[in-house]
């Protein structure tokens, strides 16, 4: 018989419930840290791959960007205008 099929008793047995319940209210420092560890990893790989190739840009990049936009917009408009 499996290990699932038997019922708990004190000898630690028990199924992946029994398993994944114990880790993960345990407190344990290396279940804490193996717990951080793959929330890392679940979220950084996401992360990582929308970042990867992009070129983050300042919020003062924008202004400077719409500013540089703004000034010709209203060049090209006074030159119309005459």
């Given at each position: 018989m499996s290990?699932?099929?038997k019922?708990?008793?004190s000898n630690g047995g028990g199924g992946f419930r029994a398993r994944m319940e114990h880790y993960l209210y345990s407190g344990d420092k290396k279940h804490v840290f193996g717990g951080i560890v793959i929330i890392s990893i679940a979220f950084g790989i996401p992360w990582y791959l929308m970042t990867r190739g992009?070129?983050?840009r300042s919020?003062?990049?924008y202004l400077?960007?719409?500013d540089k936009a703004r000034s010709q917009r209203l060049?090209?408009?006074s030159k119309?205008?005459?």
């Open positions: 290990s699932e099929a019922p708990s008793s992009t070129k983050h919020h003062q990049d400077e960007k719409a060049s090209s408009g119309s205008a005459e």
